[in-house]
């Protein structure tokens, strides 16, 4: 029983050992689990409201307030926490803006949004950092 138990011990010390390093550095090119969300308030005119955005510090990209929006002027306000990530927005009406992958901080992008939907991505992690809303 005893012999179990410390065969027990290891496996869940070297599963958590590697779990731990499943987040990573972003600058180590590691690719972890993503978590992407489009939560918050909605806009009632969509007259230069402020959506919050936000990339890294690890593969997470999220765009706050985007759901129930109408068409209209706003301003997305990108915390970029990442060099290795940046923040791409693109849809109707030929909206095509983005932060640059290894810049930092705080950007802010105007945008005109029409009906349709929306795309966000992290360029170089595409496939993984993304999301959608949609303009009614």
């Not at 936000?54 to 990209?61: C, D, K, L, R, S």
């Not at 945008?111 to 991505?121: P, Q, S």
Request: charged share 20%.
């Amino acid at each position: 029983m005893n012999r179990r138990r410390i065969v027990l011990a290891i496996l869940l010390s070297t599963l958590g050992v590697a779990l731990a390093g499943c987040g990573g550095d972003d600058d180590e090119g590691g690719e972890a689990a993503t978590t992407t969300e489009t939560s918050g308030g909605g806009a009632d005119d969509g007259g230069g409201t402020t959506l919050n955005g936000t990339v890294g510090p690890g593969f997470t990209i999220s765009l706050d307030g985007a759901e129930g929006l109408t068409a209209g002027d706003y301003t997305i306000v990108v915390d970029d926490k990442s060099a290795a990530h940046n923040f791409h927005l693109t849809g109707p009406g030929g909206v095509d803006v983005a932060t640059d992958v290894g810049e930092t901080g705080e950007e802010s992008l105007e945008v005109t949004l029409e009906a349709g939907e929306y795309r966000f991505i992290c360029d170089p992690h595409a496939s993984s950092m993304n999301g959608t809303f949609t303009v009614g």
